[in-house]
């Protein structure tokens, strides 16, 4: 069984910091990719932020410049550390990973979702 718990998120004011966390625990092989969405109300969900297992990363347009993504194999933990936040930015942001033997033989999970909400 594998988990993803996100940690992390919370309320802060425009232009503030938060640093979202993804761990992934129980029965790993290997984590391939690692991602970071999220939906706000209404909305479909949106990849937000994306890296590989190489640590080659990619972002929305809406969040370059802003996100950082990053992760540690040691501790299976990926990270979104989230700078000069707008209120548009709040949702509810999910992790995932891609976990298997081999990355053809992956599978996704998703964590359970963390809310950020950025509000004065």
């Known amino acids: 069984q594998v988990q993803l718990v996100e940690s992390g998120g919370g309320l802060v004011q425009p232009g503030g910091s938060l640093r979202l966390s993804c761990a992934v625990s129980?029965?790993?092989?290997?984590?391939?990719?690692m991602g970071w969405y999220r939906q706000a109300p209404g909305k479909q969900r949106e990849l937000v932020a994306a890296?590989?297992?190489?640590?080659?990363?990619s972002y929305a347009d809406s969040v370059k410049g802003r996100f950082t993504i990053s992760r540690d194999n040691a501790k299976n933990t990926d990270y979104l550390q989230m700078n000069s936040l707008k209120p548009e930015d709040t949702a509810v942001y999910y992790c995932?990973?891609?976990?298997?033997?081999?990355?053809?033989?992956?599978?996704?999970?998703w964590g359970q979702g963390t809310q950020v909400t950025v509000s004065s």
């Open positions: 129980g029965s790993i092989f290997r984590i391939y990719g």
């Open positions: 890296i590989s297992s190489s640590g080659s990363t």
């Open positions: 995932n990973a891609d976990i298997g033997p081999y990355s053809y033989l992956s599978k996704t999970y």
